[in-house]
Each structure stands twice: as C-alpha cells, then as structure tokens.
C-alpha cells in the first residue's frame, strides 16, 4: 500500500511561471519531508526537506510547504526555469521512530516550456 | 569521482542467473540502501544496512539478499534473476540525524532480465 503518493504523474509549466508539485501521504508518524529532483540517466538529487514542526522552508527558488491535518505537502518553484525539467520525487520518513527509512512517491514530470 | 558509484551500470542477464550489483561510497556514511524504480511506482526499497552488522528489510525483499562487506561496501545479489525483477536499481547513502537524512544517490545499474 502505497503511503506517498503523487497523484500528478506529469506537469507543463511556461517558463517565469509557478509550478506546483503536490504530494500526500497516510502515515501519520511520517516527521520528515524531502523533495528530490531526477534526470534522466541520474540518480536522484536532494532538493529540499521540511520537518513536521515547521510548516513551511525555503531555500532560493524553492519552497516546500506542509499541511499536517491535510497529510499534504507541496513544493513551489518560483520562478520555473527550463532546467528545472526532470522528475520530482516527495519522501517521508518517521525518523524518530524507524530512523531513516524513507518512503517515496512514484513522481512527477516536469515540464518548463520555454 | 562520484561520491556513491555504482557497478554495473548496466547488465543484461537471463532468467536464473545469479547477479550482483556492488555499491561503494566515499561520503563516510554508516547507512546505506538499495532501492528499485519501476515505471509509474517510483523508488522502492529493498534493504537498508545502518552499519556493517546491521541489515534490514525494506519494503520488496523477496527474491534479494545483500551484503555489507565494510562501512563503504554494500552489494545487493539476485540468486536467481527473474523477468519482473528488470529495473532500474539506486544504491543510496545518508548520515545519521533528523536533519542531516537525506539521501545520496548513485547513479543507477540497470537490469533487464530476460
């Protein structure tokens, strides 16, 4: 049963616009959040991560937000830019208790059309 | 140098083959994995190892087994290879800590099984 999902398999955004990737999960436990990014012929990179006891973190063009009553997370690029075009993977893990075992989303594709 | 390399890259094998796939990193981490991406099911994980006498099972590791031969060294072993386990295969790396977990990635072996 899939505890991380990503409902989008795929995104087309214009290039200077917002995307927005969304991700939910059913673990209650989960108290740790990351985004990765990957291209094709990679290895996921790490992007971004949040932990349960904020409910949002930034870090340049990227913004991840939480939504613990929603078991919602969702990450902003703003503005997108062509090489932000890869697959984006949401994970979750429940660190105090399992200690860095992650769950991942199946991921989304996205698209920045010049 | 990749931090975390990955041999093969890519391998193609029959049904019944025995296959390794080896993992090293020179990041000094003390946990380490092995996932498997499959279309439209993202990254899953097989086993996990916090340290070298410390093995554990993921989510799918049936049909797997692994060996963590030193803090740097962590292969995962097909006995005998079979059709549905062609993937595309992550060895991944992360240090201890809630905010410190993310993960670091190899680049990727991929496996077709004939």
């Known amino acids: 049963d899939q505890q991380v999902k990503q409902n989008s398999p795929s995104l087309s955004v214009q290039e200077g616009r917002i995307s927005i990737l969304n991700c939910d999960y059913t673990?209650?436990?989960?108290?740790?959040f990351l985004w990765y990014k990957k291209y094709p012929a990679e290895g996921p990179t790490f992007l971004i991560s949040i932990s349960s006891i904020k409910d949002k973190n930034e870090d340049g063009r990227f913004t991840v937000f939480l939504n613990k009553s929603a078991k919602h997370l969702s990450l902003h690029i703003v503005p997108s830019q062509p090489g932000d075009s890869a697959v984006y993977f949401c994970a979750a893990s429940a660190e105090r208790r399992t200690g860095n075992q992650f769950y991942f989303g199946t991921g989304t594709s996205l698209t920045v059309i010049p | 140098d990749a931090d975390v390399t990955q041999t093969p890259r890519n391998r193609i094998t029959k049904t019944g083959k025995r296959i390794m796939l080896e993992c090293s990193q020179t990041?000094?981490?003390?946990?380490m994995y092995w996932y498997r991406q499959d279309p439209g099911l993202g990254l899953r994980l097989i086993y996990y190892?916090?340290?070298?006498?410390?093995?554990n099972k993921g989510e799918i590791s049936d049909g797997y087994s692994v060996s963590r031969q030193a803090q740097a060294k962590f292969s995962l072993s097909l006995e005998s290879a079979i059709p549905n386990q062609t993937a595309l295969y992550f060895c991944?790396?992360?240090?201890?800590?809630?905010?410190?977990?993310?993960?670091?990635f190899g680049e990727g072996s991929r496996l077709t099984v004939l």
């Open positions: 673990n209650s436990m989960f108290d740790y």
């Open positions: 190892s916090f340290d070298v006498k410390d093995i």
């Open positions: 991944a790396t992360s240090d201890w800590g809630v905010e410190a977990g993310e993960l670091f």
């Open positions: 990041k000094g981490h003390d946990r």
